[in-house]
């Protein structure tokens, strides 16, 4: 039987008394939006909670009692509500809702998604949690600010403020560490430019580079040679960095400084050490093995395919060394040897080594040369001279021979104790046998050398001569330049 309308209104409104009356029941904030952003439906809580009465929170959009730091952010969560469902996983954030006294509560929401333009909501009131969490983070702010304090006065490195919004920029605080290491006391300095640490050595480079980053309020670390408040000087690691404020205004430059002058005194001693240890190592290899050396220790081995190799061997050295003292023996035979290798220095000609009294040298290694031959030949006419010199200052019988020769060597460093550059092939071996089976006071050249300088120098025929491992071979006497006597 169909009931009658009256009846139907009758059941109706007892349900929806029954749901208004269990709506009420909540302890939490029950609300019914729309997507046109206006409350539909609210419990009581609402008018305990706020103070507004129920027609007055409905009468307007709800966004409005939201406080205005908060409203951004709502109308984000706002957003995936109208891209979810009803369906949904609740989505859950928390703002704040003005009060009709003009405070405002917090409020932590879980909200559907929207449905037929239709959503739900449930606000806890977390005002007194949230305060309390306020609190506790305002005291852990405090005790950080004092923490931060404690660690600017005990830090070992010094720390200065300077205001950037002032006309040249005085400091506002130094700590401790400042004091110690520059002399001079927060009194003495507070109201000053730090420019006081500096003195007329001081790098007008870096200074200029601290100006300049100043200008653009940049960061910038410069080491400066200051002094301190009774004269002395001390190296300062200087490192500055800008702070702006909310509208990108610079306020001010935090200054952080270190003493670090035994780390330059340090420095400048390992420099020193390391020049000493190159000269010493350029003393015994060129520069072009050396640095190839360094960066790999292995081994160092060339082919080149002519060079001009010398032998040299005092003569009438050993009868000498027999009536002089050790002494005056080495002495001597650095002497020699000194001037010696100022002439491989002047013609651009590699010394080799020294065997007692003997000297080998070379051209055209480690970096080639087209005049290499050329260059030994000039280098053998004046250490005969050397030795003449010697001669007449000692009185003694001492002569030179010398013995040069043309050719394709091997040369590299051997070994990883006590190295030297050195050369190998048969090369070596035909000027060792010039030098050896040559005459006091001549240079003895191969036909190969000969060749490379027959247009440029003087020569005598010596002839043929019988060579160790080679047999005949045809030498010759270099005698000079052209256009110079002979010897």
């Known amino acids: 039987m169909k009931l009658a309308r009256p009846d139907r209104d009758r059941h109706r409104g007892r349900k929806d008394i029954s749901l208004q009356a269990f709506f009420n029941l909540s302890p939490d904030l029950l609300c019914v939006r729309n997507q046109e952003g206006y409350f539909l439906e609210l419990n009581s809580v609402w008018t305990k909670t706020l103070g507004w009465t129920l027609e007055e929170l409905k009468s307007r959009p709800w966004i409005e009692f939201v406080h205005p730091s908060d409203v951004d952010m709502t109308e984000e969560m706002e957003d995936i509500c109208y891209a979810s469902d009803s369906q949904s996983r609740p989505i859950r954030y928390k703002n704040r809702y003005r009060c009709r006294d003009g405070t405002y509560r917090w409020l932590e929401w879980r909200v559907s998604g929207y449905q037929d333009a239709i959503g739900y909501g449930i606000a806890e009131d977390v005002t007194e949690n949230s305060w309390q969490g306020s609190k506790t983070y305002r005291t852990k702010m405090y005790e950080a600010v004092q923490l931060r304090d404690r660690a600017l006065e005990a830090s070992s490195v010094g720390i200065s403020i300077a205001d950037a919004r002032l006309p040249d920029m005085p400091l506002i605080y130094v700590n401790p560490a400042f004091e110690k290491i520059t002399g001079y006391s927060p009194t003495e300095v507070l109201g000053d430019n730090c420019?006081?640490?500096?003195?007329?050595?001081?790098?007008?480079?870096?200074?200029?580079?601290?100006?300049?980053?100043?200008?653009?309020?940049?960061?910038?670390?410069?080491?400066?040679?200051?002094?301190?408040?009774?004269?002395?000087?001390?190296?300062?690691?200087?490192?500055?960095?800008?702070?702006?404020?909310?509208?990108?205004?610079?306020?001010?430059?935090?200054?952080?400084?270190?003493?670090?002058?035994?780390?330059?005194?340090?420095?400048?001693?390992?420099?020193?050490?390391?020049?000493?240890?190159?000269?010493?190592?350029?003393?015994?290899?060129?520069?072009?093995?050396?640095?190839?050396?360094?960066?790999?220790?292995?081994?160092?081995?060339?082919?080149?395919?002519?060079?001009?190799?010398?032998?040299?061997?005092?003569?009438?050295?050993?009868?000498?060394?027999?009536?002089?003292?050790?002494?005056?023996?080495?002495?001597?035979?650095?002497?020699?040897?000194s001037k010696f290798d100022r002439l491989a220095q002047k013609y651009g000609v590699e010394k080799i080594k020294t065997i007692g009294d003997a000297y080998m040298a070379a051209g055209g290694l480690p970096i080639p040369t087209a005049n290499h031959t050329e260059a030994v030949a000039d280098m053998a006419l004046e250490m005969q001279g050397v030795v003449d010199e010697f001669q007449e200052e000692l009185g003694e019988p001492l002569r030179i021979r010398i013995g040069m020769n043309t050719g394709p060597v091997v040369a590299g460093v051997i070994?990883?104790?006590?190295?030297?550059?050195?050369?190998?092939?048969?090369?070596?071996?035909?000027?060792?046998?010039?030098?050896?089976?040559?005459?006091?006071?001549?240079?003895?050249?191969?036909?190969?050398?000969?060749?490379?300088?027959?247009?440029?120098?003087?020569?005598?025929?010596?002839?043929?001569?019988?060579?160790?491992?080679?047999?005949?071979?045809?030498?010759y006497w270099l005698v000079g330049r052209d256009g110079e006597m002979g010897r």
């Not at 190969?448 to 045809?474: A, H, N, P």
């Open 195 to 337: 420019r006081f640490l500096q003195g007329k050595k001081t790098k007008q480079t870096d200074v200029d580079r601290l100006r300049h980053a100043i200008r653009l309020g940049k960061d910038c670390t410069v080491t400066l040679l200051n002094y301190r408040k009774d004269g002395t000087p001390f190296w300062n690691e200087l490192t500055i960095s800008p702070i702006y404020d909310r509208n990108d205004r610079l306020t001010h430059f935090i200054g952080v400084q270190s003493d670090v002058t035994a780390r330059i005194r340090a420095e400048a001693a390992l420099r020193l050490e390391k020049n000493k240890s190159e000269g010493l190592l350029l003393n015994i290899l060129p520069r072009t093995i050396a640095t190839k050396l360094k960066q790999d220790p292995s081994g160092i081995a060339e082919h080149f395919d002519r060079v001009t190799i010398l032998f040299a061997d005092i003569v009438g050295f050993t009868p000498l060394s027999a009536r002089l003292t050790p002494f005056e023996l080495v002495k001597l035979l650095s002497q020699i040897f």
């Open 415 to 475: 070994g990883i104790k006590k190295f030297i550059y050195d050369l190998w092939g048969d090369a070596v071996n035909v000027a060792s046998r010039m030098e050896s089976l040559g005459m006091p006071g001549k240079i003895q050249v191969s036909s190969e050398t000969y060749e490379s300088l027959k247009d440029k120098y003087q020569f005598e025929v010596r002839g043929e001569i019988e060579v160790k491992g080679k047999g005949k071979m045809t030498t």
